[in-house]
Antibody
């Protein structure tokens, strides 16, 4: 059974850097084709894809956020870390991580989400 | 970017009704289309991938069809637990994009 769980702050100040950790079980991110992605959802709005990291350390980012995002993995700890710099109130959202079983697949398992509010 | 447009944005239906939600892509995405269900306060749940394949454990009353630019999600007989918001998502190319959602509520 695949599970993912996001952890990180619930409140950050404008201009600060957000660091979120996705801790997962039930699969290895060293297995060929697998990936972990990050998706966010502002309150009452639709979903926005942010980034994905693959088993071979290949990374893809949303073009609108690429200058602000970093994604890394620690295969030994079963963790993926997303950092987003220069946070603003418009970045207030629930941040989800999700599992991608192969290179040409959708996300099949999602974490419970971490609501992040950006406010001074 | 590939734009995903869902219709309707909301619908009201009764238990037992058959409903259909449409998703249109701004360019050909073959069958690289997923459908997600989200209930209030919960994370999205994957229902369908490659346009018509059900994820494990998803009831057979859910079905998906389409290819290219037009896709549909059908629920053959709406159950109380199906009242939720549904999203389509393309994974043909980056950036991955989602539709605006269709909220299904009780008539």
């Amino acid at each position: 059974q695949i599970t993912l769980k996001e952890s990180g702050p619930t409140l950050v100040k404008p201009t600060e850097t957000l660091t979120l950790t996705c801790t997962f079980s039930g699969f290895s991110l060293s297995s060929s084709g697998r990936g972990v992605g990050w998706i966010r959802q502002p309150p009452g709005k639709s979903l926005e894809w942010l980034a994905v990291i693959s088993w071979n350390d290949h990374k893809m980012f949303s073009p609108s956020l690429t200058t602000r995002l970093t994604i890394t993995k620690d295969t030994s700890k079963n963790e993926v870390v997303l950092t987003m710099t220069n946070m603003a109130p418009v970045d207030t959202a629930t941040y989800y991580c999700a599992h991608r079983p192969s290179s040409w697949s959708s996300f099949d398992s999602w974490g419970q989400g971490n609501l992040v509010t950006v406010s001074s | 970017d590939i734009e995903m447009t869902q219709s309707p944005s909301s619908l009201s239906a009764s238990v037992g009704d058959r409903i259909t939600i449409t998703c249109r892509a701004s360019q050909d995405i073959a069958t690289y289309l997923a459908w997600l269900q989200q209930k209030p306060g919960e994370a999205p749940k994957s229902l369908i991938y490659t346009a018509s394949s059900l994820q494990s454990g998803v009831p057979s009353r859910f079905s998906g069809s389409g290819s290219g630019t037009e896709f549909t999600l059908t629920i053959s007989s709406l159950q109380p637990e199906d009242f939720a918001t549904y999203y389509c998502q393309q994974y043909d190319s980056y950036p991955l994009t989602f539709g605006g959602g269709t909220k299904v509520d009780i008539k």
